[in-house]
């Protein structure tokens, strides 16, 4: 239960590169209270401290709903004005009822528009997922 840090080199999409950071997630995780209450703290002071965080991703199994753990995230995000993106995986293993009520949940929430739907076996989702990733840069 690290950060791990990418770096993206230089091109012309991104001049100065960019770091990827990998945060310990805990969705299906087996982890008992105290192992979670430290990965929490951890990526609560990995989003404090970090000043030149310009975009999260936050990648949620589209079967699972948003948690408290997730909706603080996003408050706390968009308090510092960073754009948050929820890129919900394995959205091919949904029929279309779980679908539309997977949508009809991101409109409950107003999260419809800072929410893709991926499916990596479909490539659905990936080209604007990567998108927004060259647009986080400016």
């Known amino acids: ?20 950071v990998d945060l310990p997630g805990y969705g299906f995780a087996k982890v008992g209270k105290g192992e979670r209450r430290a990965l929490r703290e951890m990526v609560d002071r990995f989003l404090a401290e970090v000043g030149n965080l310009r975009q999260l991703v936050i990648v949620l199994d589209a079967r699972r709903k948003l948690e408290v753990e997730e909706e603080n995230i996003l408050a706390h995000s968009q308090s510092f004005g960073r754009r948050v993106v929820f890129a919900r995986t394995k959205w091919d293993r949904l029929n279309t009822k779980e679908r539309g009520a997977a949508r009809k949940d991101w409109r ?27 647009d986080s840069r400016g």
Do not use: D, H, M, W
């Not at 239960?1 to 770091?19: D, E, H, I, M």
């Not at 409950?108 to 990733?133: D, M, N, V």
């Open 108 to 134: 409950f929430r107003e999260i419809t528009g800072i929410s893709l739907a991926i499916s990596s076996p479909k490539r659905t989702g990936l080209r604007e997922l990567l998108e927004l990733l060259r």
């Open 1 to 20: 239960r690290t950060l791990n840090y990418f770096l993206v080199p230089a091109s012309s999409a991104a001049p100065n590169g960019l770091y990827l």
